[in-house]
């Protein structure tokens, strides 16, 4: 991989030592769009769209399934989206995109929430099934995040090397709260150490909230309503879930995570799941109170361990917010496909009003120099 290496560690842990190294450096602080787009050159069109046809994409959060995953979590109405598909269909929507690679993951809960040896043998089979199948018929068009039996972390710890050195994948991804746990519970110390000592990043995707969780928060009270799935709605992809996935960050970095793992990296996606409008709150409350527990100043754990995706969110205004606080060496592009249209995304990205250089880290060359792969 991957030089992950960051220009804020070797500038003063102080308070203001640091916010005066990232002002400095256009980091941390951040470059909107619009001031990354000042660099470009007076003489380069302004029609980005045009200009920047010719973009490579690397999709870094790309959903699959098979059948048998969809009847486990009870999500068969979804099998007429191309969620199972992994062939003509899915390649058909990528050359039409212009998106080179995708790097596949399996659908949210995945096999998480499945106990045992059961857990055990159903991550695996789901794992060969990429290598087997799309990553063999499509060679340099497919890679892979590692599907994992988190009920047993010293077995994912194990099946997350298996992949990665055997088979190439390229990290591992989880989906939201793992029963009633975080990440940064002590149970998952194996698998964050593993992946630390592999060199290869965890990527939190959103997943569904624990029973408690939904009838306190989402539970609808107008029971008329529940043929929309109104609560179910709200509870995941409308808001619940992108609050969860900010909240599990936040407490890894609170509960001394990046410490005891400081090469550990992080990504999330859908535009950094609401954390960019919340970013100043977060620091100006949470700086002081964690001042004499944590290594280093709260902020620059977002810019030493968290990577963040474009994912389901083409909103320039948003990107705009997100790079206002994120260094622009630490975001990627993905789709979200099948649940965001892939042509859709990459139109809206080659629009942007960025620089080519700037495009071009985000497009791929951010995940090339994470991953260690190449378009």
Request: charge should be negative.
């Amino acid at each position: 991989m991957k030089s992950n290496a960051n220009p804020l560690k070797h500038l003063t842990t102080g308070r203001r030592g640091f916010l005066a190294g990232t002002a400095a450096l256009g980091i941390g602080a951040g470059l909107s769009t619009h001031a990354i787009a000042s660099h470009v050159a007076a003489d380069e069109t302004t029609d980005f769209s045009q200009r920047d046809q010719d973009l490579p994409f690397i999709g870094t959060e790309e959903t699959f399934s098979t059948h048998e995953l969809m009847v486990l979590n009870d999500r068969l109405f979804l099998e007429d989206t191309g969620l199972a598909e992994l062939g003509p269909r899915r390649i058909g929507a990528m050359d039409k995109a212009g998106l080179n690679i995708q790097i596949l993951s399996a659908h949210t809960p995945g096999v998480q929430n499945v106990k045992g040896k059961k857990g055990i043998d159903f991550a695996y089979r789901l794992n060969k099934l990429l290598v087997d199948g799309p990553m063999a018929t499509h060679p340099g068009r497919f890679k892979a995040f590692a599907t994992l039996p988190l009920q047993n972390p010293e077995a994912s710890a194990d099946e997350l090397e298996r992949t990665v050195r055997e088979d190439g994948f390229l990290g591992c991804l989880t989906n939201g709260i793992i029963g009633k746990k975080f990440l940064d519970h002590p149970d998952f110390e194996p698998l964050l150490s593993r992946a630390e000592s592999l060199d290869v990043p965890i990527y939190i995707h959103p997943g569904l909230p624990p029973d408690e969780v939904f009838e306190i928060y989402y539970s609808n009270m107008r029971p008329e309503y529940q043929k929309e799935f109104q609560d179910q709605v709200l509870s995941i992809s409308a808001y619940g879930w992108h609050q969860e996935v900010v909240t599990q960050c936040l407490r890894m970095i609170t509960s001394g995570v990046f410490d005891r793992h400081p090469e550990l990296q992080i990504i999330i996606g859908h535009m950094g799941e609401g954390l960019p409008f919340f970013y100043e709150r977060v620091l100006e409350k949470m700086s002081e109170v964690t001042r004499k527990s944590l290594d280093k100043p709260f902020e620059q754990y977002f810019h030493d361990n968290f990577w963040f995706t474009t994912s389901a969110f083409p909103q320039t205004e948003l990107l705009d917010l997100l790079l206002k606080y994120i260094s622009v060496d630490r975001v990627m592009f993905a789709t979200d496909y099948p649940f965001a249209d892939m042509k859709t995304q990459t139109d809206w990205f080659r629009g942007v009003a960025l620089s080519r250089e700037a495009k071009e880290k985000i497009a791929f060359r951010n995940a090339e120099k994470l991953f260690g792969i190449k378009v």
